[in-house]
């Protein structure tokens, strides 16, 4: 039995993966601990699967060292949301543990630091966002020349005058149900900023070679293609059971019906379509900052944070959430790349104190 310890088991991610042990869609895996930040929710859930509890930040890393030594698991699901995920992506890696990686601002914050954390102690990052998910398991058997990133759009891919949005109206994903944070990354586009960039430092990919469309049904999670000009990707339906259950268990473990099956028989529609810089600048944005250094890319995730904070508090208007992220990474840009994590932590507070006082 694999023994799994799961950060972050109250959000959108952890309930997902808590759901499946409950339907028994990973047999050969066994809860052994669960944390989260704040949620009446946990000690519920420690008394159904009889595991140990913390609550704990992503950056209490003695805390979550101590919690890590205790649960003994065999790999951990770090399904914290935002930046403070990071913290605990470390305590997990200097643990020499597999991670089940949801948390895709440790890669994008962290960097070719927290990559080389990784390989320095040995512990395997295995991504679960559905995008990288499928990327990781397509490169197992082909050599790829170039990722295609699937988008969904959000809710306002059609839309032209974004002058009055609501939060209402933002929260409102077509394809996906998710955490507040995320689905309005996904109405900004700033979601598939952060996952072209994970993808260039997960994968070792420039960005002239990660290329996005939009795609409505979020039936492809993403494709390759090998230098033969041969497109492959990864179809299921829009949930994230799939890939958090193939993280986990990993391939060829005896995985059965996870996802309901496409129905190929009866007919369906598959659309690709480009994006428009204009409409979405948070997305071109990403791309220059895999030019512009590590600086530029803890301030467009941290400022992306406060912003997004600011909106769902109707402290600003969704049109001003892509200004105050431009802002943030062109006054930061000329600073000198963290080298540690200390150092990380100091451009992240020095992000969100810009960024906070642009809104």
Not at 75 to 94: E, F, Q, Y
Not at 189 to 198: F, M, R
Request: glycine share 6%.
């Amino acid at each position: 039995m694999k023994r799994l310890l799961i950060l972050g088991a109250t959000g959108s991610i952890g309930t997902t993966a808590v759901n499946a042990l409950r339907k028994g869609l990973m047999k050969d895996v066994v809860l052994t601990g669960i944390t989260a930040s704040s949620s009446p929710l946990l000690p519920q859930l420690s008394e159904e699967f009889h595991v140990p509890y913390l609550y704990a930040k992503g950056n209490d890393s003695e805390k979550l060292s101590a919690f890590i030594e205790q649960t003994r698991p065999d790999i951990i699901l770090n399904a914290i949301a935002g930046s403070d995920g990071l913290g605990a992506t470390l305590s997990c890696i200097r643990h020499s543990i597999p991670i089940a990686l949801a948390n895709k601002e440790s890669v994008v914050m962290g960097g070719n630091f927290m990559l080389s954390e990784a390989k320095r102690y040995s512990a395997q990052i295995i991504p679960v966002d559905s995008e990288h998910s499928a990327i990781y398991h397509l490169m197992k058997k082909n050599k790829a020349a170039r990722i295609i990133i699937t988008a969904s759009g959000g809710p306002f891919v059609d839309r032209k005058d974004l002058e009055n949005v609501t939060v209402e109206e933002a929260l409102h994903h077509p394809t996906w149900s998710m955490g507040k944070k995320i689905t309005i990354d996904s109405a900004t586009l700033a979601n598939k900023g952060l996952e072209v960039i994970e993808a260039s430092l997960l994968f070792a990919f420039s960005p002239d070679k990660i290329e996005v469309t939009i795609h409505r049904q979020s039936i492809v999670h993403s494709a390759i293609e090998t230098e033969e000009g041969a497109v492959y990707a990864l179809l299921s339906p829009p949930d994230m059971t799939l890939p958090i259950t193939l993280a986990i268990s990993g391939e060829g473990q005896g995985l059965k019906n996870i996802v309901k099956p496409l129905p190929f028989s009866q007919g369906f529609s598959l659309t690709f379509e480009g994006w428009d810089r204009t409409r979405f600048p948070l997305l071109a944005l990403a791309y220059e900052t895999l030019n512009m250094g590590g600086i530029s890319r803890i301030a467009y995730c941290e400022s992306d944070e406060v912003a997004v904070e600011a909106f769902l508090s109707g402290r600003i208007k969704f049109k001003d959430i892509p200004s105050i992220v431009e802002k943030t990474v062109f006054s930061m840009a000329a600073l000198s790349d963290p080298q540690c994590y200390s150092e990380i932590l100091e451009a992240k507070e020095t992000a969100r104190r810009t960024a906070e006082a642009l809104c």
